[in-house]
């Protein structure tokens, strides 16, 4: 079967980094996406894998090992506005299907 | 750029009529349109994938008798919710692929369904 899996909540402090981790299995898989999702608002591009390897972008940087089947998101220097939801989606198949994880909701406190 | 907008972006309706959902690209041509759904604090559910002038292929467990999906042209996708209840009652979001990076997806900004 088809399974992304990522923690539910985490907490952080301002200025802090913090990871979220994401492991997945889905056949015919074809690159990793994270996502951010603020409430009540559609998700916004973070980052694309396909590689293995180190992906940085600005404060957000994710990494992939396709041979451990796992994904994670570092967030650095975080802001009060990082706090959303964050959304690990594999994509697999002929069309390009997006999988998507249960999502991450970090709080970040002052 | 990729711009997707969703039209409209908030609807209530009674139970038992019909609502029709537009998704379009504005600045670029989309291979594939997707349609998910996503209720309070769950992740998004593919519904749907979508390829102009083809039938869209829809998940298990999606009545394709009642989420009518139209690709009409390389800009434009609808979703018709036909005789809606109060289950229907989500957030109904869309997202296109570029003909020239067919890996990401774009999403709008999301329809909220309530059905009375």
């Known amino acids: 079967g088809q399974n992304i899996d990522q923690p539910t909540e985490m907490t952080a402090t301002e200025g802090a980094i913090v990871q979220i981790n994401c492991t997945y299995q889905t056949s015919g898989f074809n690159g990793l996406f994270w996502y951010q999702q603020h409430a009540g608002e559609a998700p916004t591009f973070l980052s694309y894998n396909v590689l293995d390897g180190l992906e940085e972008k600005g404060r957000f940087s994710s990494f992939l090992s396709r041979s451990k089947g796992y994904s994670y998101l570092l967030l650095k220097e975080l802001q009060m506005k990082d706090s959303a939801s964050y959304l690990c989606?594999?994509?697999?198949?002929?069309?390009?299907?997006?999988?998507f994880g249960a999502g991450t909701r970090l709080a970040v406190h002052p | 750029g990729a711009v997707v907008s969703q039209h409209p972006s908030w609807v209530i309706c009674k139970s038992g009529t019909s609502v029709k959902i537009e998704c379009r690209s504005l600045?670029?041509?989309?291979?594939?349109m997707f349609w998910y759904r996503q209720f309070p604090k769950q992740s998004l559910m593919l519904m749907a994938t979508?390829?102009?002038?083809?039938?869209?292929?829809?998940e298990q467990g999606v009545e394709k008798d009642k989420f009518l999906i139209n690709h009409a042209s390389l800009t434009l996708s609808t979703l018709t919710v036909t005789s809606a209840h109060p289950e229907d009652s989500s957030f109904y979001i869309c997202?296109?692929?570029?003909?020239?990076?067919?890996?990401?997806?774009?999403f709008g900004p999301g329809t909220r369904l309530l059905v009375l």
């Open positions: 600045d670029f041509q989309a291979t594939t």
């Open positions: 979508s390829n102009e002038g083809s039938k869209a292929t829809y």
């Open positions: 989606a594999a994509i697999s198949g002929g069309y390009n299907k997006l999988i």
């Open positions: 997202s296109a692929t570029k003909l020239s990076l067919q890996e990401t997806q774009y």
